[in-house]
């Protein structure tokens, strides 16, 4: 705690640091960085007018550039990103070649998109590639290997190598990336992304910035070290940034993680009360709406959703887990497949349509969801888990104890996963290692015994919820 407070010890100092890195990504076109950054500037105090950082001075390579940058700006504020391609050919500064390379990126992604606007379903959509890709890896693979990379050349650099599958490369792209340019949430994001374990983080060699406990936090959520993510976020919270409403959507998800659904549903009432036009982590509180069979609020949510853009992932999840309430399973399947229309690496939700298949005793198709699931993110505990359910109506028991062994592996104090892996070593006479189970779960007992009233509603008969949308 100590040492972290004082990296916090001038709000004003961050506030400067924050508002200059606001401008560099808002030139960019990084628009969650600059969402992100912009929204933990405004969490914390107004600068007097005298503190206020000065506007970056230009370099003589941005002023050589300067109009062939102001012009392929605009088009690329316009998504015309080839013509912006076109009209920075041959600049020389960093920002300049940084819109350069990320036009040429996204206007692959983008093909990549219209290609796929056709296909049968998100299944076929998930395989097409971005073209570009490799071109792109050739070219910044000569500028890394120079050193003539900034922070943002690293990053794009990074996703270049993670969209290629080259994870080992990109990781420490990414790591090269945060010690560049430590403000850039957009690097640390990425980062988090490609860390499958506590033993992974360790080995990682960080800067020692203020960025890096933002960094930590979000992580440690994602490994399921719930109790280390609080700490962090309210250390965060006491050093200054109590509005950050991204803290205290974090903090709502954590709770949600570890299946506090009282705490976790005050704290996104709050949220929505502070911002109520918010799509973000919204189809995470609608799960909590759903394992409370709560469904006039549910009702309400998906249609407020609606009403703010009814064509986010988001939104399509929110709808989607209320026909799933309504026991409408094809239509909730439905709302699941636009959503992976929108976003074919949206993790929440590939495993809510894979619930929706198991109800409607399909599995095939929510083995295949589920897989798809995993792809996306290895972490996901409910993908496993799932699995694990499907095989065992298969009655193929040694692949539903694999699934079942990772989904413990990932929450090794979750009661429902000791309880499926206890009566899954019984089915295959394993009767030494069905009792040690056992008795590793003798101390979740009455959280059992808890769960099952809890969610008797859609459980199966070991008292776990088949749907898995219990948080």
């Known amino acids: 705690m100590a040492a972290s407070s004082g990296l916090f010890s001038d709000l004003q100092d961050i506030k400067k640091q924050l508002l200059n890195v606001v401008t560099l990504c808002r030139e960019r076109g990084l628009l969650q960085s600059f969402k992100w950054t912009s929204e933990l500037s405004f969490a914390l105090d107004p600068l007097p007018r005298n503190e206020l950082p000065p506007s970056p ?7 050589y550039d300067l109009d062939s940058y102001t012009l392929a700006k605009s088009y690329f504020d316009l998504k015309e990103y080839d013509r912006a391609a076109y009209f920075l050919r041959g600049c020389k500064s960093q920002k300049a070649y940084f819109l350069y390379m990320y036009s040429r990126y996204l206007s692959g992604e983008k093909k990549k998109d219209d290609e796929s606007v056709d296909s049968l379903g998100p299944l076929e959509k998930g395989q097409v590639k971005n073209e570009a890709l490799r071109e792109l890896r050739v070219e910044l693979s000569k500028k890394h290997g120079a050193q003539e990379l900034d922070g943002f050349g690293l990053y794009l650099y990074g996703v270049v190598l993670r969209k290629l599958d080259l994870v080992k490369e990109a990781i420490d792209v990414f790591v090269e990336a945060t010690h560049a340019l430590p403000l850039h949430w957009g690097a640390w994001l990425e980062l988090c992304n490609l860390i499958t374990d506590k033993e992974m983080l360790k080995s990682l060699a960080l800067p020692d910035t203020w960025m ?4 930590l936090a979000h992580i440690y959520t994602e490994l399921q070290m719930i109790e280390e993510a609080l700490h962090k976020y309210q250390s965060l919270i006491d050093a200054g940034f109590s509005k950050s409403s991204y803290i205290i959507s974090q903090i709502a998800v954590a709770y949600h993680n570890i299946r506090d659904i009282d705490k976790a549903l005050s704290i996104f009432n709050e949220l929505r009360k502070q911002d109520p036009y918010r799509i973000e982590n919204m189809d995470t509180f609608s799960n909590l709406l759903y394992v409370r069979s709560m469904k006039p609020e549910l009702s309400y949510l998906a249609h407020n959703l609606c009403e703010i853009d009814k064509y986010r992932v988001e939104t399509c999840c929110v709808i989607g887990n209320y026909y799933s309430l309504r026991s409408q399973h094809e239509k909730a399947a439905l709302y699941f497949q636009r959503a992976l229309k929108l976003n074919p690496r949206y993790l929440g939700a590939w495993t809510l349509m894979g619930h929706e298949y198991m ?22 505990y409910r993908a496993w888990y799932g699995l694990g359910q499907t095989y065992e109506i298969l009655k193929m028991p040694f692949y539903c104890l694999y699934y079942y062994r990772r989904a413990h592996q990932l929450r090794p104090n979750d009661s429902r996963m000791l309880v499926a892996l206890g009566e899954c070593y019984e089915k295959l006479n394993q009767l030494v290692e069905a009792k040690k189970v056992r008795e590793a ?10 769960l099952e009233s809890l969610f008797c509603g859609r459980c199966g008969e070991d008292g776990t919820d088949e749907t898995g949308k219990t948080p």
């Not at 890096?212 to 960094?215: I, L, S």
């Not at 109800?359 to 996901?380: F, P």
């Not at 779960?441 to 808890?450: A, D, E, R, S, W």
């Open 359 to 380: 109800e409607m005793k399909n599995t095939s198709a929510a083995i295949q969801a589920y897989r798809h699931a995993i792809e996306v993110n290895k972490r996901d």
């Open 57 to 63: 001075a230009f370099t003589e390579d941005e002023v």
């Open 212 to 215: 890096k406990e933002f960094f």
């Open 441 to 450: 779960g003798k101390q979740h007992l009455y959280l059992t015994m808890l």
